[in-house]
C-alpha cells in the first residue's frame, strides 16, 4: 500500500488561507490522490480528489506535483469550522472492483486562531 | 437525506467477550467498509462488503468478521475480546466502492475493560 507523509500539526489564522502538504512518493500510477478531514467526535469526510490534474471545488483546491508524488491541500479562507485533521489518503482509481480502499496516515491536525 | 447510522454509539465489554455492531448505509449505496480508528495505529481497514459480498479485506485476525445484508446494512462482529480492539470502529458506505464517494458514520465506541 501507497504510504503518505504529513505534518503532524499546523496552526492558520482565521480568515487566511491554509495549505496543508502531503507527501505520498510510493503512489502508483493507478492511485487517486484524496483528502479527507475528521472534525472532533466524526467520522472522516471528503473534502477533494484528484489524479493528475489540479481540482477545485467548493469546499478547497488540490495543487498536484506534476510527478504527483506530492499534493496540496488549499482551503482559500479557513473559518473556525474548518479545525479537524486532514489526511490524503491515496486509493485506487476505479474500477478496480475488490481493491479500492483508503490508505489513511496518521494525518495533519488544523488549529484556526480566531 | 439519512446519512449512514451505526449504532450504539458507545460500548463497554469485558476481555473474552464478543461483540457485534451495526451499521446503515445511505439508501441506494450498496458498498459498506469498515475501519478501525486507535490512538497508536490510526485509520486501519477492516473490510469491504459489496452486495453481500465481502470483497476486500485488511491485516487483522479472523477474530475479526462482518456479513451484509440483502438491503445493505452491514454487522461486524469481534469474538474474544482483547483489550487492544478498543477503539473508534468507523463504517462508510458509497455506491459502489468508490473511494471518493465514501460517507462516514460519526462511528462506534468500543472499550474493552
Known amino acids: 500500500d501507497a504510504k503518505t507523509t504529513q505534518p503532524n500539526s499546523m496552526e492558520s489564522n482565521e480568515e487566511e488561507p491554509v495549505h496543508l502538504p502531503c507527501n505520498h512518493s510510493?503512489?502508483?500510477?493507478?492511485?487517486?490522490i484524496h483528502w479527507y478531514r475528521q472534525l472532533p467526535s466524526q467520522g472522516p469526510e471528503y473534502v477533494i480528489h484528484?489524479?493528475?490534474s489540479n481540482v477545485n471545488n467548493r469546499m478547497a483546491s488540490l495543487a498536484i506535483a506534476e510527478d504527483r508524488k506530492s499534493s496540496t491541500l488549499i482551503l482559500h479562507r479557513a473559518t473556525l469550522r474548518d479545525a479537524a485533521v486532514y489526511y490524503c489518503?491515496?486509493?485506487?482509481?476505479?474500477?478496480?472492483?475488490?481493491?479500492?480502499?483508503?490508505?489513511f496516515g496518521t494525518g495533519t491536525r488544523l488549529t484556526i486562531i480566531p | 437525506k439519512a446519512g449512514v447510522t451505526q449504532t450504539p454509539r458507545y460500548l463497554i465489554k469485558t476481555r473474552g467477550q464478543q461483540v457485534t455492531l451495526s451499521c446503515s448505509p445511505i439508501?441506494?449505496?450498496?458498498?459498506v467498509s469498515w475501519y478501525q480508528q486507535t490512538p497508536g495505529q490510526g485509520l486501519q481497514f477492516l473490510f469491504e462488503?459489496?452486495?453481500?459480498?465481502?470483497?476486500n479485506k485488511g491485516n487483522f485476525p479472523g477474530r475479526f468478521s462482518g456479513r451484509q445484508f440483502s438491503n445493505s446494512r452491514s454487522e461486524m462482529n469481534v469474538s474474544t475480546l482483547e483489550l487492544g480492539d478498543s477503539a473508534l470502529y468507523l463504517c462508510?458506505?458509497?455506491?459502489?466502492?468508490?473511494?471518493?464517494?465514501?460517507?462516514f458514520g460519526s462511528g462506534t465506541r468500543l472499550t474493552v475493560v
Open positions: 489518503p491515496p486509493a485506487r482509481a476505479p474500477p478496480s472492483f475488490g481493491n479500492e480502499k483508503l490508505t
Open positions: 462488503y459489496f452486495s453481500e459480498t465481502q470483497r
Open positions: 510510493t503512489i502508483s500510477g493507478t492511485d487517486y
Open positions: 439508501s441506494g449505496h450498496r458498498s
Open positions: 484528484g489524479l493528475t
Open positions: 462508510a458506505s458509497s455506491p459502489s466502492g468508490t473511494t471518493h464517494l465514501y460517507t
